[in-house]
């Protein structure tokens, strides 16, 4: 079972990534790509998985419960056109290969992924990850 403590910590660490999609999606290359919309699903199907085990443990403090209604409201906000295409195969986005935005957004919350992994091992909790 998560505690108390690691799921205020995801819940920041998730409140972060769903701001830094809200504020791409108003990216007129970005909203469009196929990499945003990817990566919007990824955290989408995170934020189910951990939704459901905070409300088997759904004590949270009153400052921590308005980050977690902040991101029903970006989830409601978030959309994207149909028929996306990868923007840099377009030739649309202009930033190098090695520089993506959507990208570097899933990198931040698989790192905060894998430190909320090793801080719930060293407090003796029992922990399955896949990468």
Do not use: W
Not at 40 to 60: A, G, P, Q
């Amino acid at each position: 079972m998560i505690s108390k403590e690691n799921h205020i910590s995801l819940l920041r660490v998730l409140s972060f990534i769903f701001n830094a999609l809200k504020e791409l999606n108003k990216d007129p290359v970005c909203y469009r790509c196929s990499t945003f919309s990817e990566s919007i699903d990824t955290v989408k199907e995170y934020f189910i998985d951990f939704e459901r085990s905070i409300k088997r443990n759904s004590d949270l403090p009153g400052d921590f419960r308005k980050l977690l209604f902040d991101i029903y409201a970006i989830l409601a906000e978030l959309n994207t056109p149909e028929n996306l295409l990868e923007q840099k195969t377009m030739v649309k986005c202009q930033f190098p290969d090695d520089i993506c935005f959507a990208r570097a957004i899933l990198e931040i919350y698989r790192n905060c992924e894998v430190i909320n992994i090793h801080m719930r091992k060293e407090k003796g909790e029992k922990v399955k990850y896949e990468q």
